[in-house]
């Protein structure tokens, strides 16, 4: 039985609103560093309050990076099942069905049980 299930329609759905908070988020976060910048006399405080937008901005730039270029999906086929569900995970997933003894099905996961006795839950 061959299959593909791709795991990002929903999710870009979801970004756009994600998306918007972030941006709303770096300028409410702008303002209130600039108006700190303007209002202190400190010259650390203002090094400070600039770093934490400098941070802020590159993490939101990062991460929007990482979700757009990663691909998330399940797809079988008679051979094996190839997954990826992590956009921290570099490979994607594979388990041969041949290796498989058994699969156990509960509320919020898939188990694999293969042959050797390890176990894969996706």
Same mark, same amino acid.
């Given at each position: 039985?061959?299959? !593909? &299930?791709? +795991?990002?329609?929903?999710?870009?759905?979801?970004?756009?609103?994600?998306?918007? *908070?972030? #941006?709303?988020?770096?300028?409410?976060?702008?303002?209130?560093?600039?108006?700190?910048?303007?209002?202190?006399?400190?010259?650390?405080?203002?090094?400070? !309050? &600039?770093? +934490?937008?400098?941070?802020?901005?590159?993490?939101?730039?990062?991460?929007?990076? *990482?979700? #757009?270029?990663?691909?998330?999906?399940?797809?079988?086929?008679?051979?094996?099942?190839?997954?990826?569900?992590?956009?921290?995970?570099?490979?994607?997933?594979?388990?041969?069905?041949?290796?498989?003894?058994?699969?156990?099905?509960?509320?919020?996961?898939?188990?694999?049980?293969?042959?050797?006795?390890?176990?894969?839950?996706?």
């Amino acid at each position: 039985m061959d299959f !593909y &299930i791709d +795991l990002n329609e929903d999710w870009e759905h979801h970004w756009q609103t994600e998306r918007k *908070i972030m #941006i709303a988020a770096v300028v409410v976060l702008s303002i209130v560093c600039i108006l700190n910048i303007i209002v202190t006399k400190n010259h650390f405080n203002r090094i400070v !309050y &600039i770093a +934490l937008l400098l941070c802020y901005v590159v993490s939101m730039a990062y991460s929007y990076r *990482i979700r #757009i270029r990663t691909k998330y999906y399940v797809r079988s086929d008679a051979q094996m099942l190839e997954y990826k569900l992590h956009a921290m995970d570099r490979l994607k997933q594979q388990l041969l069905w041949e290796s498989i003894e058994h699969v156990k099905f509960g509320a919020t996961y898939v188990g694999f049980y293969k042959r050797t006795g390890k176990r894969k839950q996706l």
